[in-house]
């Protein structure tokens, strides 16, 4: 007992300092990052493009800012047309600067105007008197340089009793100098720099004059027009200026409030810190609070839209939160056997139909079960040497299943009404011994093998039911189901098709079924359909999808890389399922559950799979009052991952970020990753195709094209017009064609659509893509 309460101290204490040195990680990187732009709209300006805003360890958002478009209040408000109002020309410009730096030297005069102004000392005394006479009387000084006689007509020259007091400054600048004099300067010194005194005050010495003179003839050396007077912009520029303020104003077409998770990346993660026990949860949304202890818990953020995120040093969040938990402690952990690969091949007549081949120059023929045997062959060789310890298994089907043997164990034939029971067949495969490693079974197995044959129907439901059930003694299994035709036999029939071109509703279920019981297994279904036939993949391909598997058309040139590509792609988590939770101001775009909270069941995991969420503002009117995300604030988004390691243990990994609202377009577009925008476009799309909404695919679409053209308005790199074009290209065929993958080559929206095999394997590899599919590979125009 005291051992066990030690224990606990010991975990809470080294918890406590594992949260201590993450959050002052976070502190001391938010500062950087703070210091180095300034803000964080400046940093997401900044950026460098294709540049993901990785909040976790693989949590990317497509923007650094949650987009919220503009209230409808804001938007009447813009369109109203404003009043212009002019600014007095007199004034400097509102956003001018004052220049630090001289303005450049005039253009020196020619000799010839130098010689027209050259003017005696006499006349060049007189022209500086002057402007001592256009200032007002109270500020002319009464020195006595400027008491002199004025050369000029004597109607002009005023009486001796009315002696114009005239200031020469002390250090007046030559006029005729040379340009590049360093004392020169465009300024006129507005006095010698002496105390000026009012006439009143100076006594005798002056007299108060009576009228001023008349106004001399501007000099030469003056500027028709002030430096400080600048001229207001046209009509034409203020109206180019306000509309591209207003454009940044305008909601956007498509959604950039997009997540990438990288699951492969989140769980094959090593050196992580795990906490043994379950977290202190939220009994309402089930959200992960950041609480030390087990007994304190703090307010929800989640589930109360009026607060703000929490601001206690216990949940301060500063971009991201990263935990993982292991929720089984107390179980024993499994023995980390070699997983188990399972190869359900199509024996039928049809398999017997040839190919021509040139083997040198020499044309030969080869039926499709050949090419099979040899791709299967050359596989099982290769596994013998680097992996000697896998287990691999054949099972076959035609019009009964054969499930072969090994060694001292024999092969056992399922027919007639067994091939009807569900139940019976999955007894028989779990009677049935599981295959040993390759090491021991290499020579056998090869002779299994080259002793196939072709006849018969195609028992293919049957078949799929008995390997996924032999498969399912260890998690992280593969199957890969290899066929040339529609299954013909009573469970999982394909051949008989109703309305629209739509198999039997019994099959539909029977394959639905399948796949999610596969993945509640943790077994990975993978369907390789021969180039040329009519599988129906649209319904086999079922299982590949539920359990994160491939959809593959190959030629049968091209079964061997298949194969491999299928193998090499192992399984590191089972029973994996992801959860988004938001702000009651926020819901989740795209799923089933419309709410601030989804869960998506991905079931297995590979070390590349990817998934994309979207969200977005929550519409005016739906759950109660509830409104939008005002912009300038911020907003908590947490994702929770919970899945099943090979060695049985359940985890659950949750990441937290915090992010800034706006509702300036130019801000989000302009520090957009288009990468993800588009791995996030081609995934909706593709999981509408599948579902028969072919419209709505097509206009998920040309939305997200739409904001994507939008982002490239900005400063963009040439890398990422590259990638733009060669996505386009790709995509845009697939969404102006979406009928020439449906057998009735019509897509109506009032009618469910059944696709073709093109069709199917196109759609679920788009589905199932990640950053590094290229689709152009996958798609054969």
């Known amino acids: 007992m005291y051992t066990l309460h030690w224990t606990n101290l010991l975990n809470k204490f080294f918890f406590f300092f594992y949260i201590i040195t993450q959050r002052m990680s976070d502190v001391i990187t938010h500062s950087l990052l703070t210091l180095q732009t300034g803000s964080n709209s400046s940093l997401n300006r900044h950026c460098s493009r294709g540049f993901a805003y990785v909040v976790g360890p693989r949590m ?266 292991l929720l089984t402690p107390g179980d024993k952990a499994l023995a980390l056997t070699d997983t188990l690969l399972l190869f359900c091949i199509d024996i039928s007549a049809s398999m017997s139909i040839t190919s021509q081949v040139l083997e040198g120059k020499q044309p030969i023929y080869r039926s499709r079960l050949q090419f099979v045997q040899e791709a299967v062959l050359q596989r099982v060789r290769k596994l013998s040497e680097t992996q000697p310890h896998m287990r691999v298994g054949l099972i076959t089907f035609n019009n009964q299943v054969t499930l072969h043997g090994f060694d001292e164990f024999t092969s056992r034939f399922l027919r007639g009404a067994e091939l009807i029971d569900s139940e019976y067949l999955k007894e028989a495969a779990f009677s049935f011994p599981s295959p040993q490693p390759l090491s021991r079974t290499r020579d056998c197995l090869q002779r299994e093998i080259l002793g196939l044959s072709e006849s018969g129907a195609t028992a293919l439901g049957p078949a799929s039911l008995v390997a996924i059930a032999m498969a399912s003694r260890q998690p992280g299994s593969k199957v890969i189901i290899c066929t040339d035709g529609k299954a013909n036999t009573d469970l999982g029939n394909l051949e008989v098709e109703g309305i629209d071109a739509r198999p039997c509703l019994s099959s539909t279920i029977f394959y639905h079924d399948l796949g999610e019981y596969a993945a509640s297994q943790g077994v990975t279904v993978s369907v390789l359909a021969i180039e040329g036939t009519d599988c129906r993949l649209d319904e086999l391909g079922r299982l590949a999808d539920c359990t994160s598997g491939k959809v593959v058309i190959a030629s049968p040139h091209e079964l061997y890389t298949e194969f491999e590509e299928i193998i090499e792609n192992r399984t590191i988590a089972t029973h994996c399922s992801v959860t988004l939770l938001l702000p009651t101001t926020l819901c989740v775009k795209g799923e089933r559950e419309a709410g601030n909270r989804a869960t998506r069941e991905v079931g297995n995991v590979a070390s590349d799979t990817e998934i994309t969420f979207q969200f977005g503002a929550r519409e005016h009117g739906s759950q109660g009052e509830v409104s939008a995300p005002v912009a300038g604030g911020r907003v908590s988004v947490q994702l929770q991952l919970r899945y099943r390691q090979k060695d049985g243990h359940s985890m659950l990994r949750v990441l937290t970020a915090d992010k800034e609202v706006t509702d300036d ?69 697939i969404h102006n064609s979406l009928q020439n993958y449906t057998r009735r080559q019509s897509i109506r929206s009032d009618t469910l659509q059944s696709l073709t095999d093109m069709g199917a394997a196109l759609l679920y590899s788009m589905k199932n893509s990640n950053m590094s599919i290229s689709l152009k590979e996958k798609h054969q125009h």
């Open 60 to 325: 990317e958002f497509a923007s650094g800012f949650v987009y919220v478009p503009p209230s409808t209040y804001q938007r009447e408000v813009q369109t109203k047309p404003q009043i212009a109002v002019k600014r007095s020309a007199l004034l400097p410009p509102p956003n001018r600067i004052r220049p630090r730096s001289p303005p450049p030297p005039p253009p020196a005069p020619s000799p010839e105007l130098q010689k027209q102004q050259h003017h005696s000392p006499e006349q060049r005394i007189t022209e500086k008197c002057f402007k001592n006479a256009l200032l007002p009387p109270f500020m002319r000084s009464q020195s006595p340089a400027c008491v002199q006689p004025i050369p000029g007509p004597p109607s002009l020259l005023p009486s001796n009793s009315q002696r114009l007091p005239y200031d020469l400054p002390k250090k007046e600048p030559d006029i005729g100098s040379h340009p590049w004099d360093p004392d020169y300067s465009y300024n006129i010194p507005e006095g010698s720099g002496e105390e000026m005194k009012h006439p009143n005050t100076t006594g005798s010495s002056g007299s108060a004059q009576k009228s001023a003179p008349a106004l001399p003839p501007r000099p030469s050396f003056m500027k028709s027009c002030p430096e400080y007077l600048v001229l207001l912009p046209d009509s034409v520029s203020s109206s180019k200026s306000s509309s591209s303020s207003s454009r940044s104003r305008e909601p956007l077409v498509g959604n950039p409030n997009v997540i990438l998770v990288s699951l492969g990346e989140l769980i094959s993660e090593k050196n992580v810190f795990t906490i043994e026990g379950e977290p202190t949860c939220c009994s309402q949304c089930g959200s992960v609070l950041d609480s030390l202890y087990d007994n304190v818990v703090n307010v929800c953020y989640f589930c109360q839209s009026s607060l703000e995120p929490p601001t206690s040093s216990s949940a301060i969040c500063l971009g991201c939160r990263d935990s993982v938990f």
């Open 665 to 733: 377009s130019s801000v989000v577009l302009s520090s957009l990753v288009l990468a993800i925008i588009q791995l996030n476009s081609s995934q909706a799309s593709a999981a509408l195709a599948v579902r028969g909404r072919f419209q709505d695919a097509k206009s998920e679409g040309e939305t997200q094209r739409e904001l994507m053209e939008r982002a490239l308005e900005y400063d963009r790199s040439a890398e990422d017009k590259l990638i733009y074009s060669k996505w386009l290209k790709t995509m845009n065929p």
